[in-house]
């Protein structure tokens, strides 16, 4: 009889939870399910750092045919969707300084992006004019040891920003 009432209070309890509406993050695909295909055209930019674009689209392309499974083609007339992108602001500024030197020794990137994910029939099924993000990069005060890390520190801010934009796009942020 005891292990009865455990048995049922377990089953209850799992009963329970299975439906509390709980689930795990970044799952969701809040997208329309006629949507199979995504052109990525390279996002535009108005900023300075000319590389920036071309590494943004490449890591957003890279990040909805690996997580999303979308296949991403390059003819926007060809694709149920189109997501279009444009880099409108670009600041690095230096963050810390050592002590000694007054050189910079670590400093900050941000950039701010606006998007647009169109559908074939031109409804906008998701659109962000202030998308902004911040990267962190250091800098060697040794002027015989200074290696540029900018492209490394965009690379890396491009991969940042491709996660956060197909999270956001997907679970509709």
Do not use: W
């Amino acid at each position: 009889m005891k292990h009865a009432l455990i048995l049922t209070a377990l089953i209850s309890t799992a009963m329970g939870l299975a439906g509390c509406g709980y689930h795990v993050g970044g799952q969701t695909n809040l997208l329309p399910k006629e949507i199979h295909t995504i052109a990525v055209p390279q996002f535009g930019n108005v900023t300075v750092q000319y590389k920036l674009a071309g590494y943004m689209s490449e890591a957003v392309t890279r990040e909805l045919v690996s997580r999303a499974k979308y296949t991403v083609i390059a003819d926007p007339k060809q694709a149920d969707a189109t997501l279009t992108g444009s880099i409108v602001n670009y600041f690095a500024s230096q963050t810390v300084s050592d002590p000694t030197t007054g050189r910079g020794a670590g400093g900050q990137v941000t950039v701010q992006i606006q998007l647009r994910l169109v559908g074939r029939d031109g409804k906008v099924l998701y659109a962000r004019p202030n998308f902004q993000f911040q990267d962190r990069f250091e800098i060697s005060v040794i002027p015989g040891q200074y290696i540029d890390e900018s492209q490394a520190t965009l690379q890396r801010l491009s991969t940042a920003v491709a996660r956060s934009i197909v999270s956001s796009i997907l679970e509709n942020f």
